[in-house]
Protein backbone atom coordinates (compact mmCIF):
# COMPACT_ATOMS: atom_id res chain seq x y z
CA UNK A 1 0.00 0.00 0.00
CA UNK A 2 1.55 3.41 -0.98
CA UNK A 3 1.56 6.32 0.89
CA UNK A 4 -0.90 7.88 -1.02
CA UNK A 5 -3.63 5.17 -0.80
CA UNK A 6 -2.72 5.41 2.98
CA UNK A 7 -3.73 9.06 3.18
CA UNK A 8 -6.92 8.36 0.98
CA UNK A 9 -7.64 5.53 3.53
CA UNK A 10 -7.51 7.53 6.68
CA UNK A 11 -9.63 10.65 5.13
CA UNK A 12 -12.00 7.82 4.43
CA UNK A 13 -12.01 6.81 7.59
CA UNK A 14 -12.70 9.96 9.23
CA UNK A 15 -15.62 10.46 6.84
CA UNK A 16 -17.22 6.95 8.12
CA UNK A 17 -16.99 8.52 11.59
CA UNK A 18 -18.54 11.83 10.85
CA UNK A 19 -21.53 9.89 9.04
CA UNK A 20 -22.24 8.47 13.00
CA UNK A 21 -24.32 5.28 11.10
CA UNK A 22 -26.00 2.68 13.33
CA UNK A 23 -22.93 0.38 13.13
CA UNK A 24 -20.66 3.48 14.69
CA UNK A 25 -23.17 3.95 16.89
CA UNK A 26 -23.70 0.25 18.56
CA UNK A 27 -20.19 0.32 18.36
CA UNK A 28 -20.21 3.52 20.35
CA UNK A 29 -22.46 1.91 23.10
CA UNK A 30 -20.84 -1.17 23.74
CA UNK A 31 -17.38 0.72 24.48
CA UNK A 32 -19.75 2.80 27.10
CA UNK A 33 -20.88 -0.54 28.34
CA UNK A 34 -17.11 -1.92 28.61
CA UNK A 35 -15.98 1.18 30.70
CA UNK A 36 -18.72 3.62 32.16
CA UNK A 37 -16.03 6.33 32.01
CA UNK A 38 -16.48 6.25 28.10
CA UNK A 39 -20.07 8.58 27.98
CA UNK A 40 -21.30 8.84 24.17
CA UNK A 41 -20.62 12.50 24.88
CA UNK A 42 -17.29 11.85 25.81
CA UNK A 43 -16.53 9.51 23.10
CA UNK A 44 -18.12 12.15 20.51
CA UNK A 45 -15.74 14.22 21.61
CA UNK A 46 -12.37 12.03 21.08
CA UNK A 47 -13.73 11.27 17.75
CA UNK A 48 -14.73 14.39 16.66
CA UNK A 49 -11.12 15.94 17.48
CA UNK A 50 -9.80 13.07 15.35
CA UNK A 51 -11.61 13.57 12.63
CA UNK A 52 -11.27 17.61 12.22
CA UNK A 53 -7.11 17.55 13.55
CA UNK A 54 -5.88 14.15 12.65
CA UNK A 55 -8.15 12.65 9.46
CA UNK A 56 -8.15 15.51 7.23
CA UNK A 57 -6.95 14.98 3.86
CA UNK A 58 -4.84 18.11 3.45
CA UNK A 59 -3.68 18.13 7.45
CA UNK A 60 -2.52 14.93 6.33
CA UNK A 61 -0.52 16.20 3.50
CA UNK A 62 1.07 18.38 5.19
CA UNK A 63 2.35 16.00 8.13
CA UNK A 64 3.28 13.77 5.49
CA UNK A 65 5.60 16.37 3.41
CA UNK A 66 7.31 17.69 6.56
CA UNK A 67 8.85 14.57 7.19
CA UNK A 68 9.27 13.90 3.51
CA UNK A 69 7.71 10.85 3.59
CA UNK A 70 7.33 8.50 0.66
CA UNK A 71 7.41 4.75 -0.59
CA UNK A 72 10.92 3.72 0.47
CA UNK A 73 10.71 3.19 3.86
CA UNK A 74 11.83 -0.37 5.17
CA UNK A 75 8.88 -1.40 6.93
CA UNK A 76 9.33 -2.73 10.55
CA UNK A 77 6.51 -4.43 12.86
CA UNK A 78 6.08 -1.67 15.85
CA UNK A 79 4.55 -2.94 18.74
CA UNK A 80 2.47 -0.31 20.55
CA UNK A 81 0.87 -0.97 24.20
CA UNK A 82 -1.88 1.43 24.42
CA UNK A 83 -3.18 3.58 27.15
CA UNK A 84 -7.29 3.52 28.39
CA UNK A 85 -7.77 6.70 30.28
CA UNK A 86 -10.09 8.63 27.39
CA UNK A 87 -11.60 7.29 24.73
CA UNK A 88 -9.05 6.16 21.48
CA UNK A 89 -6.04 7.76 23.38
CA UNK A 90 -3.92 5.94 21.46
CA UNK A 91 -5.24 6.45 17.72
CA UNK A 92 -2.34 8.94 16.82
CA UNK A 93 0.72 6.68 17.51
CA UNK A 94 -1.72 4.07 15.48
CA UNK A 95 -1.61 6.69 12.54
CA UNK A 96 1.64 7.56 13.08
CA UNK A 97 2.79 3.89 12.23
CA UNK A 98 0.43 3.44 9.39
CA UNK A 99 1.06 6.49 7.76
CA UNK A 100 4.69 5.52 7.89
CA UNK A 101 3.85 2.70 5.98
CA UNK A 102 4.94 0.38 8.88
CA UNK A 103 3.33 -2.72 10.38
CA UNK A 104 1.91 -2.73 14.00
CA UNK A 105 0.82 -5.31 16.58
CA UNK A 106 -0.99 -3.31 19.19
CA UNK A 107 -2.10 -4.62 22.53
CA UNK A 108 -5.38 -2.51 23.30
CA UNK A 109 -6.24 -1.55 27.35
CA UNK A 110 -8.61 -3.50 28.84
CA UNK A 111 -10.64 -0.10 29.07
CA UNK A 112 -10.61 0.78 25.73
CA UNK A 113 -10.77 -2.20 23.90
CA UNK A 114 -13.63 -1.74 21.60
CA UNK A 115 -13.60 1.79 19.39
CA UNK A 116 -9.88 1.14 17.59
CA UNK A 117 -10.65 -2.24 16.93
CA UNK A 118 -14.09 -1.51 15.13
CA UNK A 119 -12.27 1.16 13.11
CA UNK A 120 -9.65 -0.65 11.84
CA UNK A 121 -12.33 -4.01 11.15
CA UNK A 122 -13.91 -0.95 8.88
CA UNK A 123 -10.60 -0.46 6.80
CA UNK A 124 -9.94 -4.20 6.55
CA UNK A 125 -12.99 -4.10 4.80
CA UNK A 126 -12.65 -0.90 3.15
CA UNK A 127 -9.17 -2.31 1.63
CA UNK A 128 -8.27 -5.60 2.92
CA UNK A 129 -4.30 -5.10 2.80
CA UNK A 130 -5.13 -3.56 5.89
CA UNK A 131 -5.11 -7.00 7.82
CA UNK A 132 -0.97 -7.53 6.66
CA UNK A 133 -0.39 -3.83 8.18
CA UNK A 134 -2.37 -3.80 11.55
CA UNK A 135 -2.99 -6.21 14.20
CA UNK A 136 -4.00 -7.02 17.41
CA UNK A 137 -2.54 -9.29 20.41
CA UNK A 138 -2.48 -9.87 23.92
CA UNK A 139 1.45 -9.93 24.06
CA UNK A 140 3.62 -8.50 22.05
CA UNK A 141 6.17 -10.26 20.99
CA UNK A 142 8.95 -10.52 18.37
CA UNK A 143 8.30 -6.79 16.99
CA UNK A 144 11.10 -4.74 15.92
CA UNK A 145 10.61 -1.72 18.14
CA UNK A 146 7.99 -0.48 20.61
CA UNK A 147 5.19 2.79 21.68
CA UNK A 148 3.97 2.09 25.35
CA UNK A 149 2.01 4.52 27.40
CA UNK A 150 1.17 3.86 30.94
CA UNK A 151 1.64 4.45 34.44
CA UNK A 152 5.11 5.65 36.27
CA UNK A 153 4.81 1.90 37.88
CA UNK A 154 4.58 -0.09 34.29
CA UNK A 155 6.79 2.51 32.84
CA UNK A 156 9.61 0.90 35.01
CA UNK A 157 8.42 -2.53 33.49
CA UNK A 158 8.14 -1.26 29.58
CA UNK A 159 11.94 0.04 30.28
CA UNK A 160 13.34 -3.59 31.34
CA UNK A 161 10.84 -5.47 28.90
CA UNK A 162 11.78 -3.43 25.72
CA UNK A 163 15.30 -2.20 26.45
CA UNK A 164 16.82 -4.19 24.05
CA UNK A 165 14.81 -2.28 21.27
CA UNK A 166 14.10 0.72 20.08
CA UNK A 167 11.70 2.61 22.36
CA UNK A 168 9.55 5.39 23.25
CA UNK A 169 8.17 4.57 26.72
CA UNK A 170 5.78 7.35 28.52
CA UNK A 171 4.45 8.04 31.78
CA UNK A 172 2.27 9.58 34.18
CA UNK A 173 1.70 13.44 33.12
CA UNK A 174 -0.95 15.70 33.74
CA UNK A 175 -1.59 19.85 32.99
CA UNK A 176 -1.36 23.18 34.25
CA UNK A 177 -2.55 26.50 33.46
CA UNK A 178 -1.72 29.84 34.89
CA UNK A 179 -4.61 32.77 35.47
CA UNK A 180 -3.87 36.53 36.15
CA UNK A 181 -7.27 36.85 36.97
CA UNK A 182 -7.89 39.15 33.75
CA UNK A 183 -9.33 36.40 31.88
CA UNK A 184 -12.82 36.80 29.91
CA UNK A 185 -15.90 34.53 30.97
CA UNK A 186 -15.38 33.24 27.57
CA UNK A 187 -12.00 32.43 28.18
CA UNK A 188 -12.80 30.84 32.01
CA UNK A 189 -15.61 28.59 30.11
CA UNK A 190 -12.97 27.48 27.72
CA UNK A 191 -10.49 26.61 30.82
CA UNK A 192 -13.50 24.70 32.76
CA UNK A 193 -13.47 22.56 29.47
CA UNK A 194 -9.78 21.97 29.89
CA UNK A 195 -10.39 21.21 33.09
CA UNK A 196 -13.47 18.56 32.79
CA UNK A 197 -13.55 16.93 29.34
CA UNK A 198 -13.10 13.33 29.67
CA UNK A 199 -13.86 13.55 33.48
CA UNK A 200 -10.24 14.55 33.19
CA UNK A 201 -8.90 12.00 33.10
CA UNK A 202 -6.91 12.68 30.52
CA UNK A 203 -3.05 13.69 30.34
CA UNK A 204 -3.99 16.89 28.99
CA UNK A 205 -6.73 17.85 31.30
CA UNK A 206 -5.98 20.67 33.44
CA UNK A 207 -5.21 19.51 37.09
CA UNK A 208 -3.68 22.48 39.02
CA UNK A 209 -4.62 26.20 38.62
CA UNK A 210 -1.66 28.82 39.37
CA UNK A 211 -3.26 32.34 40.41
CA UNK A 212 -2.22 35.51 41.82
CA UNK A 213 -2.51 36.63 45.44
CA UNK A 214 -5.95 37.86 46.31
CA UNK A 215 -7.35 36.23 43.28
CA UNK A 216 -11.37 36.49 43.16
CA UNK A 217 -12.25 32.38 42.50
CA UNK A 218 -15.97 33.62 42.27
CA UNK A 219 -15.98 33.97 38.33
CA UNK A 220 -14.25 30.38 38.19
CA UNK A 221 -16.20 28.34 40.07
CA UNK A 222 -19.02 30.01 37.97
CA UNK A 223 -17.48 28.54 34.69
CA UNK A 224 -17.73 24.99 36.15
CA UNK A 225 -21.14 24.76 36.57
CA UNK A 226 -21.85 24.03 32.83
CA UNK A 227 -20.39 20.71 34.30
CA UNK A 228 -22.92 20.21 36.92
CA UNK A 229 -24.57 16.99 35.11
CA UNK A 230 -21.11 15.06 35.94
CA UNK A 231 -22.36 14.99 39.45
CA UNK A 232 -25.23 12.15 37.76
CA UNK A 233 -22.45 10.21 37.20
CA UNK A 234 -21.91 7.56 39.51
CA UNK A 235 -18.73 6.82 38.97
CA UNK A 236 -17.67 10.52 39.46
CA UNK A 237 -20.03 11.17 41.79
CA UNK A 238 -18.43 8.72 44.13
CA UNK A 239 -14.88 10.19 43.84
CA UNK A 240 -16.15 13.66 44.88
CA UNK A 241 -18.18 12.41 47.96
CA UNK A 242 -14.77 10.65 48.89
CA UNK A 243 -12.10 13.51 47.79
CA UNK A 244 -15.01 15.94 50.07
CA UNK A 245 -14.90 13.66 53.06
CA UNK A 246 -11.42 13.90 53.40
CA UNK A 247 -11.11 17.20 53.31
CA UNK A 248 -13.63 17.67 56.40
CA UNK A 249 -12.24 14.95 58.36
CA UNK A 250 -8.77 16.98 58.01
CA UNK A 251 -10.10 20.21 58.11
CA UNK A 252 -9.11 21.46 54.82
CA UNK A 253 -10.47 24.91 53.73
CA UNK A 254 -11.94 24.05 49.85
CA UNK A 255 -14.53 25.95 47.86
CA UNK A 256 -17.04 24.05 45.26
CA UNK A 257 -19.90 24.06 42.98
CA UNK A 258 -21.20 21.37 44.03
CA UNK A 259 -19.54 19.14 41.44
CA UNK A 260 -15.70 20.16 40.87
CA UNK A 261 -13.47 20.57 44.39
CA UNK A 262 -10.68 23.61 44.59
CA UNK A 263 -8.14 23.79 47.57
CA UNK A 264 -4.42 25.11 47.97
CA UNK A 265 -1.65 22.74 47.39
CA UNK A 266 1.34 22.33 45.83
CA UNK A 267 1.34 19.16 43.91
CA UNK A 268 0.70 19.01 40.44
CA UNK A 269 -1.45 15.80 40.11
CA UNK A 270 -4.56 16.20 41.59
CA UNK A 271 -7.57 13.58 41.79
CA UNK A 272 -10.64 12.76 40.11
CA UNK A 273 -13.53 16.01 40.51
CA UNK A 274 -10.74 17.99 42.44
CA UNK A 275 -8.83 20.73 41.63
CA UNK A 276 -5.50 21.83 42.95
CA UNK A 277 -4.46 25.63 43.34
CA UNK A 278 -1.18 27.16 44.45
CA UNK A 279 -0.32 31.33 44.70
CA UNK A 280 2.09 33.02 42.77
CA UNK A 281 4.26 36.24 43.29
CA UNK A 282 6.00 36.08 40.02
CA UNK A 283 4.43 34.37 36.99
CA UNK A 284 7.54 33.66 34.96
CA UNK A 285 9.31 31.51 37.77
CA UNK A 286 5.93 29.33 37.53
CA UNK A 287 7.43 27.39 34.78
CA UNK A 288 10.76 26.86 35.90
CA UNK A 289 9.43 25.26 39.15
CA UNK A 290 7.45 22.78 37.33
CA UNK A 291 9.10 19.19 36.48
CA UNK A 292 8.83 18.94 32.39
CA UNK A 293 8.61 14.76 33.13
CA UNK A 294 5.48 15.84 34.88
CA UNK A 295 3.91 18.37 32.33
CA UNK A 296 1.61 17.55 29.39
CA UNK A 297 0.84 21.32 28.74
CA UNK A 298 0.94 24.80 30.08
CA UNK A 299 -2.33 26.91 29.62
CA UNK A 300 -2.69 30.48 30.05
CA UNK A 301 0.70 33.43 29.91
CA UNK A 302 1.00 32.79 25.94
CA UNK A 303 1.35 29.12 26.31
CA UNK A 304 -1.34 27.00 25.22
CA UNK A 305 -4.90 28.86 24.79
CA UNK A 306 -7.28 27.90 26.88
CA UNK A 307 -9.69 25.10 25.43
CA UNK A 308 -7.57 23.70 23.01
CA UNK A 309 -5.45 20.90 25.78
CA UNK A 310 -7.84 18.70 24.81
CA UNK A 311 -7.76 19.32 20.85
CA UNK A 312 -4.04 18.32 19.67
CA UNK A 313 -3.18 18.12 16.02
CA UNK A 314 -0.98 15.99 14.63
CA UNK A 315 2.30 17.74 15.29
CA UNK A 316 1.19 17.90 19.56
CA UNK A 317 3.13 14.73 20.39
CA UNK A 318 3.08 13.08 23.33
CA UNK A 319 5.58 13.69 26.56
CA UNK A 320 7.34 16.03 23.91
CA UNK A 321 8.96 13.24 22.00
CA UNK A 322 8.36 13.27 18.51
CA UNK A 323 6.73 9.95 17.56
CA UNK A 324 7.58 9.85 13.49
CA UNK A 325 11.16 10.91 13.36
CA UNK A 326 11.14 7.80 15.95
CA UNK A 327 9.49 6.02 13.43
CA UNK A 328 11.44 6.98 10.51
CA UNK A 329 14.69 5.89 12.74
CA UNK A 330 13.49 2.33 13.41
Not at 101 to 114: L, P
Request: glycine fraction near 4%.
Amino acid sequence: MNLQTRIELMHWLGEYISKNNDEWQCTKNKATQNNAWFTGEFIDQAAKNIVLQFLQKDKLQNWCSHYHLDDNIEPKNIGIVMAGNIPLVGFHDFLAVFICGHRQTIKSSSKDDVLLKHLVTKMYEQDNTVQNLVSFADNLKGCDAYIATGSNNSARYFEQYFSKYPHIIRKNRTSAAILTGNETAEQLDKLSDDIHLFFGLGCRNISKLYVPRNYNFEPLINSFKKYNYLADHNKYKNNYDYQLSLILLNNIYYMTDGTTLLTENEALFSPISHIYYEYYDDASQIINKISKDDLQCFAGNENTEFGSTQQPNLFNYADGVDTMEFLLSV
